[in-house]
């Protein structure tokens, strides 16, 4: 694929916006491997290679089990997921995919169980920020396969 606009030099206004809600959701209390493992779902859903390329590589560098990773798609038939962790990716797959009935009631209620109402909006926020790196990822098409584990890590104080 021929790679277009570098949206990260030419949008840097942009990104460093972005980068706000990075730093946002690293101080909140969901787990980082949480948040890398909806992003890599999401991004599965959304067929961004880049970003399925970096959260594979964050999550091997952190210590996640392979196995977890091969079956985050299928999910659903695989025992290797917490309470907590399906419930974000119920969520994460009903916000990507978001039809005219938005969220249900009986969905929002399940996964609200398991997160406070802060992480609530915090993974909100995370769904929000993975779709849009994900749509500028296909929309500028940056080369693949680069990406060291932790590159663009925010530091949190």
């Given at each position: 694929?021929?790679?277009?606009?570098?949206?990260m030099e030419k949008g840097a206004g942009a990104i460093?916006?972005?980068?706000?809600?990075?730093?946002?959701?690293?101080?909140?209390?969901?787990?980082?491997?949480?948040?890398?493992l909806v992003y890599l779902r999401v991004s599965q859903i959304n067929g961004c290679a880049y970003c399925l390329d970096m959260h594979?590589?964050?999550?091997?560098?952190?210590?996640?089990?392979?196995?977890r990773l091969y079956l985050v798609g299928a999910w659903r038939d695989t025992p290797l997921y917490s309470p907590r962790e399906r419930a974000a990716f119920a969520f994460a797959e009903d916000l990507t995919v978001l039809g005219r009935e938005g969220i249900s009631d009986e969905l929002y209620r399940e996964v609200s169980g398991h997160f406070t109402d802060e992480e609530m909006v915090a993974l909100t926020m995370a769904?929000?920020?993975?779709?849009?790196?994900?749509?500028?990822?296909?929309?500028?098409?940056?080369?693949?396969g680069g990406y060291r584990p932790g590159q663009f890590k925010v530091k949190t104080a």
């Open positions: 694929m021929e790679k277009r606009v570098n949206f460093r916006a972005m980068y706000g809600l990075g730093t946002y959701l690293a101080s909140s209390t969901l787990e980082e491997s949480l948040l890398d594979s590589k964050d999550l091997r560098a952190a210590g996640e089990p392979e196995q769904v929000i920020t993975i779709n849009g790196y994900n749509r500028l990822n296909i929309a500028f098409r940056p080369e693949v």
